[in-house]
């Protein structure tokens, strides 16, 4: 069996060193009101793009093994996988955004919805014929009128009065 080259080692741990700093920033995100308002955004978007770096590099782990090179080969299902990650990123950070009130985790999450729309639209859709094509259009429309749902009810929703 090949030996792995030391390069894909070095980019296979880069996905696992993700973990640790993102929990690190995420502890220094404002504990307690503890840091300026900056810090506390910018540790907040470090967490968020190395949650982001550590679910692509974990997807690509799953196609590829341990040797996560580059220079490897992407399939199809790869790409989807991909798109399906963000996706489900976009959604936690929706859900997480909205349970703690943190503006930065709903403008990832749009961010991550929008740019998965985009890579969906325009790369993953082209290869796609027939009913497939039909049927990938139809689930995304339907996560997209969810995650409208969820902001209109939960995110911009009005506060009730209370009546005395």
Request: glycine share 8%; net charge positive; with cysteine.
């Amino acid at each position: 069996m090949p030996r792995p080259r030391a390069s894909s080692i070095r980019r296979a741990r880069t996905g696992r060193a993700c973990t640790p700093a993102a929990a690190l920033c995420a502890a220094l995100a404002n504990p307690a009101g503890a840091l300026p308002r900056r810090l506390a955004q910018a540790t907040s978007v470090a967490a968020i793009l190395l949650v982001f770096a550590y679910a692509t590099f974990e997807t690509r782990r799953a196609f590829h093994g341990p040797a996560i090179g580059w220079d490897l080969q992407t399939t199809d299902a790869e790409y989807y996988a991909y798109s399906a990650v963000w996706l489900l990123l976009g959604l936690v950070l929706l859900a997480y955004g909205v349970w703690r009130r943190s503006r930065e985790a709903r403008w990832a999450s749009a961010f991550f919805v929008i740019v998965t729309t985009f890579k969906v639209f325009v790369f993953d859709l082209a290869g796609l014929e027939g009913a497939l094509r039909a049927l990938s259009f139809l689930g995304l429309g339907v996560a997209l009128i969810g995650i409208g749902l969820v902001y209109q009810r939960v995110v911009f929703a009005k506060p009730l009065m209370r009546q005395t």
